[in-house]
């Protein structure tokens, strides 16, 4: 039914909105999604119709109790059986539409029995993805946004997926039952994708629980939409969907990945795999706000910086705490020590700084630990 | 009751020291449609930045600076306020008193306003710029993570609250104690009613708004953690806090509205209002429910489903009173003798709008479909049919309605005609196509959006461009109409309009009613 209706109303808008601009809200691919669609389609019929009445009997009126045509007023100003109709009649209306709303919301709040849970975080602005999983080596993520910062100030031509794109999106298995447990580290954000409507605020210091199942494979995307500060409007989150055996297999590697950074912790590394790790690391970190040739904007210029040329302990504590009041966050936790040699050693070196210093994960491990 | 008839002082003393509720009234009215300026030049800002995708005009953190200041700004800079003005203007003659009940405290809750707006304005040039959380200020982002001119937002938002809880004392005050006699209850004007019953919502709730700020300058400058976990506080409970004061302040902007329109469609109809008790009822029964529903704004906070069941079922329930209300409107016109003067038009145009904004008011309601609408433009483009179309037409109205009777020359029909017009289809063309973007998926307060929502938000600004020009046309017809429009001197400027404020001459004298008026027959025959 539903499905029949917001065609009508597409082909009705078909010549004000060309193919790409949507006027509904989507169906989505979950069995909750479509359920809150028809509720949604439900609602907004009987709407329709409720208005189509009564601004039918307005209309009737200003066209043919006017003045201008010599009407004479009445002066009825009272009827006690009519009133008491249309405060019954609403009422029972709205009884009608509690029913499916309520079977609805208990759907929604079913956070049983899920397979897999995943713990998502809110920063200032991006997410971070936690797999907790009882065996293996944790596996966990940020994704920041990718649109780069040329198409935002609209030197580069925008992408198809502008804002909506993202390093590295959610990984999850087609039919099973996810738990995503949703949490923030600094303001209040919310995690919203549309097509499998799941939205829920994530609170620091606060876990709150949904869930998912969907049936197809596919990439979803949404954005967050709780102001949440200056960079709100980029942090998006994107779902990706696969089959149960490619995400086994994308676990795998991702826990492979996190066993070889591990080790690579324990190793020196050679200037090449730092300077190659810490571009990577720069880019999608730093680069926003100080710059792709480290020549500042939001943020300080990197090249030439009096910070990142001298003493790398105050260097790496910049790093790793942020600097309070500012948009300079504390990236501490959110590199791990491979990384964050790598983004100083990068730093240190690239942009003409040229200071040959080489940060090694151990230095790192051994400055943290005081 | 003095035999005093002198005139109002010279000068600038005049609005300094008057306590003249008319010299007040107009001093409200003034100032907030300066404010209604002010906050459309930040909506402006904005929808010029939405004009096309990608960063062109102003940079992402002015952007929300620009969203904060235009919502406080609208709200409880043009819209109370206005409000304000026209109570203090009618309501001793609609209720035939000579003045308000507390004169002079009538001229303190008008006189602290310019200076609280000036600080909250004064914001904008101060280091880390001004407040940008939003209107509705969530805390850790308003406290912790917010800039230093949060303290002077919480300053400024003290005062309006000591002006608002002073003004309502007043009205309160005024309406127990001033009718004349024979002006029982039951035969007060709507729009006395409606006001009366606005008193005791701001009086209650505002003290709550001022508990929340005060709790926000605790945390930021005396390390409490009243809304931080890590001190084993809370930041939802900032948001219960803020939604028991924020759900019935718009229903504070709203009945007053209702009163207004409950005025002037019987006047254009010519015929009495119907069902005057029942909108007596239904308007305390929407006050009643303000109170019980305020977490229909937190859906997705992660409340228990038994908190989320239960406001949802008491929102639903405010549709039925809400209606009750458009009915009886529709009612008043039925088998009437109609005209459309341009008081009228916005009546009109009210009804149509605010009734759609109550539609997808009712959509909101249902919690499980809220989580796909919650804060994206689906909500922006609801606030806007029922606080622009809703509060901001009808305030018009009034302006068009009593203007004449106030200073003794009628505007200019026509230019008021062409000012509805443009309004209307400019007030549609920026915010039904919202409807669409919202439920398409786009958060708002976003200062950059996706490619999918490009045309509509384009030509959600174009209308908004018209419909902030359409308000230059207002006011000059307004400055027209006082300087140099026709005289009129009949008392009851319009055939159809009924109340005692129609039988003092025109313009109103300085003072009116220092003799009890004798009243004429109910009001239920008005
Ligand atoms: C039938 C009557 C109404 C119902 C059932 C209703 C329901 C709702 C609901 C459920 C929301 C929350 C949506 C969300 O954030 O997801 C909402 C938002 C809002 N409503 Fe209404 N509403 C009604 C009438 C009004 C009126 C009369 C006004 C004011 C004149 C109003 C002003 C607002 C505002 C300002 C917001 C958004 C606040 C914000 O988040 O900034 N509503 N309404
Ligand atoms: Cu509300």
Known sequence: MGKVFSGAILTFLAPLAAAQNQVNMSPGVTEIGADIFELH???????????????????????????????????????????????????????????PATSTLLEVYDNDEAELDILITGYQWKWKYEYLEESGEPVAFFSNLATSQEEIYNTDKKGDNYLLEVDEPLVIPTNTKVRFLITANDVIHSWWVPEIAVKRDAIPGFINEAWTRVPEEGIYRGQCTELCGSYHGFMPVVVHAVPRGEFDAW???????????????????????????????????????????????????????????????SHMAVVAKGVSGTAMQAFGGQLNDVEMAAVLTYQRNAFGNNTGDVVQPGDVTGMKNG | MGAHHHGPAQGISRWLFTTNHKDIGTMYLWFSFAMFLLGGFFAMVIRAELFQPGMQLVEPGFFNQMTTLHGLVMVFGAIMPSFVGLANWLIPMMIGAPDMALPRMNNWSFWILPPAFLMLASTLFMEGGAPAFGWTFYAPLSTTYAAPSVTFFIFAIHILGVSSIMGSINIIATVMNMRAPGMTYMKMPLFVWTWLITAFLLVAVMPV?????????????????????????????????FWFFGHPEVYIIILPAFGVVSQIIPAFSRKPLFGYASMVYATASIAFLSFIVWAHHMYTVGMPIAGELF???????????????????????????????????????????????????????????????????????????????????????????????????????????????ISFIGFNITFFPQHFVGLAGMPRRIPDYALQFADFNMMSSIGA??????????????????????????????????????????????????????????????
Request: net charge negative; aromatic share 14%.
């Open chain 1, 41 to 99: 389609m439900l609602i907004m019929w009987i709407c329709v119709v409720i208005g189509v009445a009564v601004f039918a009997v307005m209309f009737y009126s200003i066209y043919a109790h006017r003045k201008s045509k010599g009407h004479q007023a009445s002066q009825f100003h009272e009827s006690t059986k009519v009133e008491v109709a249309w405060t019954v009649v609403p009422f029972l209306i709205l009884i009608a539409m509690a029913v």
């Open chain 1, 251 to 313: 676990m795998a590697a991702k826990r492979g990945a996190a066993v070889a950074q591990t080790q690579l912790a324990m190793q020196t590394l050679s200037v090449d795999d730092l300077m190659d790790q810490g571009k990577a690391v720069y880019d999608s970190a730093c680069l926003a706000c100080h710059g792709a040739q480290g020549q500042g904007g939001i943020g300080n210029a990197i090249a030439g910086s009096a910070v990142v040329m001298g003493d790398l302990s």
């Open chain 2, 209 to 241: 708004l001022a508990g929340a700020v005060t709790m926000m300058l605790m945390d930021i400058h005396f390390g409490t953690s009243f809304f931080s976990a890590a001190g084993g506080g809370d930041p939802v409970l900032f948001q219960h806090i």
């Open chain 2, 311 to 421: 406001f949802m079922y008491a929102t639903m329930l405010i549709a039925v009173p809400t209606g009750v209300k458009v009915f009886n409107w529709i009612s008043t016109m039925w088998r009437g003798a109609l005209s459309f003067e341009t008081p009228m038009l916005f009546c009109i145009g009210f009804l149509i709008l605010f009734t759609l904004g109550g539609f997808t008011g009712l959509m909101l309601s249902i919690a499980p479909a809220d989580f796909q609408y919650h804060d994206t433009y689906f909500v922006v483009a609801h606030f806007h049919y029922v606080m622009v179309a809703g509060a901001v037409f009808s305030m018009t109205a009034a302006i068009y309605y009593w203007l004449p009777k106030w200073c003794g020359r009628m505007y200019s029909e026509a230019m008021g005609k062409t000012h509805f017009w």
């Open chain 2, 465 to 526: 461009f018209i419909y902030g020009a359409s308000q230059l046309l207002f006011l000059y017809n307004v400055i027209a109409t006082i300087v140099a429009g026709k005289p009129v001197s009949d008392e009851k400027v319009w055939d159809g309009a009924e109340g005692l404020e129609w039988t003092v001459p025109t313009p109103a004298p300085y003072h009116t009613f220092e003799e009890p008026p004798a009243v004429p027959k109910p009001a239920g025959t008005i």
